[in-house]
Nanobody, 122 residues
Framework: QVQLAESGGGLVQAGDSLRLSCAVS????????MAWFRQAPGKEREFVGS????????FVEGSVLGRFTISRDNAKNTVYLQMRSLEPADTAVYYC???????????????WGQGTQVTVSS
């Protein structure tokens, strides 16, 4: 059973940076493409970005392009979401997800973490 555990969330001010981590256990990490989603209060969960199994290919959603970066350390079984120039609109619960094939839809991903709260104050 694949398990995902996010960490690194918190309360920051607009303009600050934050790095989220997602540690994966229970199976071979390199068998899985990874993704980050977020869900703001009162809104549906939305795709943030994804990274291929090797880490050689990443895709970031347009609204965070240039501010957010996804990476992974296959030796540490961990995927990261580096967030810069944070805005109040980035306030959400951030989830990492895993699946053998990449995609941008929630339904693509078989495994999910519990989420970590990111709050950006103005």
């Amino acid at each position: 059973q694949v398990q995902l555990a996010e960490s690194g969330g918190g309360l920051v001010q607009a303009g600050d940076s934050l790095r989220l981590s997602c540690a994966v256990s229970g199976d071979t990490f390199t068998s899985y493409a990874m993704a980050w989603f977020r869900q703001a209060p009162g809104k549906e969960r939305e795709f943030v970005g994804s990274i291929s199994r090797s880490g050689s290919s990443t895709f970031v959603e347009g609204s965070v392009l240039g501010r957010f970066t996804i990476s992974r350390d296959n030796a540490k079984n961990t995927v990261y979401l580096q967030m810069r120039s944070l805005e109040p609109a980035d306030t959400a619960v951030y989830y990492c997800a895993a699946n053998r094939a990449p995609g941008i839809k929630q339904s693509t991903y078989a495994y999910w973490g519990q989420g970590t709260q990111v709050t950006v104050s103005s």
